[in-house]
């Protein structure tokens, strides 16, 4: 044998140094492949984006979900509207994406996302009766969900002019009479005592529609039925008042058992002549029902009593000289009966001293806790405002804002009810008239307020 053919053993620790070399020297050459590669995907840097949120107006309420996400991530956009306002919705490049104030969405790439608020409303809108055209509305003095509206005939002949009555705020409506509605009135004291006018007739009830009691009054000259424009009552005990402008038999009617007797209480013998007594509105006073108020058809005389009608002194002197100033009726303060006002005159001692006052009328205007408060514009968007003088200074108090935004200017009546605030906006002799209502809690709140 050769001597060097036999296998020397090599010794271990050189064993091991050669071990170490020999894998020092695959690393540095790439050896080990796969998990190598295992290796680098958990190093890689995550690809992120950003997510921006604003909101509009930027005081209107707070939102969150604006951030650094990684692509891929889920987060959900979550919007509050601040008191006074409401979530419009989620918005992106002027495109709406939801309406829902928490809105998720699923980040791969960057975006810039807009909560957008409006102003909440204040004031909501009320269904009227469907058949006919709505003339007429009426709910001062009516307890909370009662309403009463008037239509005309829509086409000549249909039938459909007549009194209704609505119990839930306007959701349904019921014919209660039929014929064309002079007037309908609330007793300020007693919210089911209710007198309307049809044509030549009259009609009391005491149970808020349910029953009728009906008559006429006839004039003795020709022996025709007179028409009334007008009425006012706290009670039925305490009177029931029309007014009629009638040529023959013009004045101030009472009854104190519903309409089974009648006394002319001022006539054109006590107003000194026919033009003076020819009235079209009159006003009771609520706390005080010996104190009533009556003026003409147009601007020749205002009447008051302190004695329930037994006697009447001219309240005229001092009135603003411009036309119809009796035109839309008369407004007593019901904390106050010497507080009164009619068409840009206010008198605060019964009517013996009158201011005037601009753009106040009892169409547009109305006492509330003391303070007079009145529908105004600006540029085409109403408000309230509110005065504490008696109409010498007026405040900002809350916008007209409904589900379709900012409005109501043109205001063409006002009625304060148990529980709301309601007003007319008339459109037109061949379109019924819009009715909405405003909370009475709303007011108080603004008032306490400020």
């Known amino acids: 044998m050769n001597a060097f053919s036999r296998a020397v053993p090599l010794h271990p620790n050189l064993f091991l140094l050669f071990s170490l070399c020999l894998s020092i020297l695959l690393t540095a050459c790439g050896g080990g492949g796969s998990g190598s590669d295992n290796a680098n995907t958990g190093n890689e840097a995550q690809t992120m984006y950003s997510v921006d949120v604003f909101g509009t107006p930027t005081d209107a309420g707070s939102y969150t979900g604006g951030g650094q996400y990684s692509d891929g991530t889920v987060v959900t956009l979550s919007a509050r509207a601040n008191e006074g306002y409401v979530f419009e919705g989620w918005f992106n490049s002027g495109d709406l994406l939801s309406t829902d104030p928490d809105y998720e969405i699923s980040v791969d790439r960057s975006y810039v996302y807009q909560a957008l608020f409006r102003p909440a409303p204040t004031v909501a809108s009320l269904d009227v ?150 009235l079209d509105s009159v006003a009771v006073a609520p706390q005080d029902s010996n104190i009533l108020y009556t003026a003409t058809t147009f601007e020749t005389n205002i009447w008051a009593s302190q004695n329930g009608g037994e006697g009447f002194i001219s309240i005229k002197n001092g009135l603003s000289t411009e036309s119809f100033v009796f035109n839309d009726g008369i407004s007593v303060n019901p904390l106050n009966p010497d507080q009164v006002f009619i068409t840009s005159n206010i008198s605060v001692n019964g009517g013996a001293n009158w201011t005037q006052v601009t753009n106040l009328s009892p169409d547009t205007a109305f006492w509330f806790e003391g303070n007079l408060v009145r529908f105004s514009s600006e540029a085409f968007e109403g408000f309230l405002e509110f005065s504490s003088d008696y109409g010498a200074t007026w405040t900002y108090l809350m916008p007209l804002i409904d589900d379709e935004g900012p409005g109501f200017w043109g205001i063409d009546d006002v009625f304060v009810a148990e529980d709301t605030v309601y007003f007319e906006q008339g459109t037109g002799s061949a379109v019924s008239a819009q009715i909405f209502r405003i909370e009475r809690s709303q007011i108080q709140k603004r008032l306490a307020e400020l």
Request: aromatic share 10%; proline share 2%; no cysteine.
């Open 129 to 278: 009766p469907s058949d006919g055209i709505v003339t007429l509305f009426e709910a001062k003095h009516s307890k909370a969900g009662v309403i009463y509206a008037a239509t005309k005939e829509a086409t000549v002949g249909d039938g459909q002019e007549g009194l209704w009555r609505s119990t839930d705020s306007g959701a349904s409506w019921e014919k209660l009479l039929p014929g064309g509605v002079r007037f309908i009135t609330i007793a300020s004291g007693d919210s089911s005592l209710i007198i309307a006018g049809i044509a030549s007739s009259y009609h009391i009830s005491s149970d808020g529609g349910d029953t009728w009691t009906s008559g006429q009054i006839q004039e003795l000259i020709f022996g025709g039925f007179i028409a009334f424009n007008d009425a006012a009552s706290v009670t039925s005990t305490k009177g029931i008042y029309l007014t009629s402008s009638n040529a023959f038999a013009p004045g101030l009617y009472k009854t104190t058992n519903l309409g089974a007797s009648w006394t002319r209480i001022l006539s054109e013998v006590e107003a000194g002549s026919d033009s003076d007594a020819q």
